[in-house]
């Protein structure tokens, strides 16, 4: 009965294993894509201009292109051989010198997932281009010129999840616009969170002071009772030892006295 039971379970095992692997099969479908001609020759050119492009993982054979490291000024002509990658997953131009222009390279990336722009000189011309990119998930625009005009271009990105603006011009209505318009995304920052963050730590400042307040009010009425007792045993002392000199004045008094009718006797 035993071996039966462990003989079901192990086939058991196997089926879920199977599926498992169907499963992650189903959610990788560039596990076996090829590169065309065209792709390699741009990825080579990529590489040529001092871009990075590595395959996303062993069973996932997109590519994250990356600008951000290379050796000397990159331009929007760097980006004219991106166009030609359709299996494109990420790409990183932080810091580079891309414009409004050199954007227009990106319109057609239909598998785009993530683009790091921060500190490029971009637009809100230059993101017109990016509403095509209908798999963007995370969007990052730190430290551009970038305002609220952008956010329409940006509406129809349903996928949106994560969306950077530190330092740009886009003001807190924006943010609420567009996140009206992209359920479930998340602002960086976002001024609404930030508000209470802002109270919530107001909260507990307060709370926290409130607290350290009632400790040493606490403290201080301790100290005030255990003062009083201290002066009220050394009152107490005090007369206890008034009155013990007072007997024994007496008794000398009262020995001299005796001591006096002896004489007188």
């Known amino acids: 009965m035993r071996n039966t039971t462990l003989v079901a379970g192990l086939a058991l095992l196997t089926v879920l294993t199977a599926n498992s692997f169907a499963e992650d099969e189903k959610e990788a479908p560039y596990a076996d894509y090829k590169a065309t001609d065209a792709e390699k020759k741009a990825i ?39 166009k030609q990658l359709s299996h494109i997953h990420s790409l990183n131009l932080r810091g580079t010198e891309i414009t409004d222009a050199g954007l227009a390279n990106l319109s057609g990336l239909k598998g785009l997932t993530r683009l790091h722009l921060e500190k490029t000189k971009v637009t809100d011309a230059g993101i017109a281009h990016l509403k095509s990119l209908e798999s ?49 995304l998340v602002v960086v920052p976002d001024p609404e969170v930030q508000k209470r963050l802002a109270e919530l730590a107001a909260k507990r400042k307060a709370e926290a002071e409130a607290e350290a307040k009632k400790k040493a009010e606490a403290e201080a009425k301790k100290k005030a009772e255990e003062e009083k007792k201290k002066k009220a045993e050394e009152e107490k002392k005090k007369a206890e030892a008034e009155k013990k000199k007072a007997e024994e004045a007496k008794k000398k008094e009262e020995a001299a006295k005796k001591e006096a009718d002896k004489k007188k006797e």
Do not use: M
Request: charged share 30%; net charge positive.
């Open 44 to 82: 080579e050119e990529i590489r040529r201009l001092g871009g990075s492009v590595l395959e996303v993982a062993q069973n996932d054979k997109r590519v994250d292109v990356a600008f951000h490291l290379a050796d000397g000024k990159v331009e929007d002509k760097h980006l004219a051989p991106v």
């Open 136 to 184: 963007l998930e995370y969007l990052n625009l730190y430290a551009t010129a970038v305002t609220d005009a952008c956010l329409d271009n940006l509406a129809s990105l349903k996928k949106l999840k994560k969306f950077y603006i530190w330092q740009s011009k886009i003001s807190p209505d924006g943010v609420k616009k567009i996140k009206s318009a992209v359920e479930g």
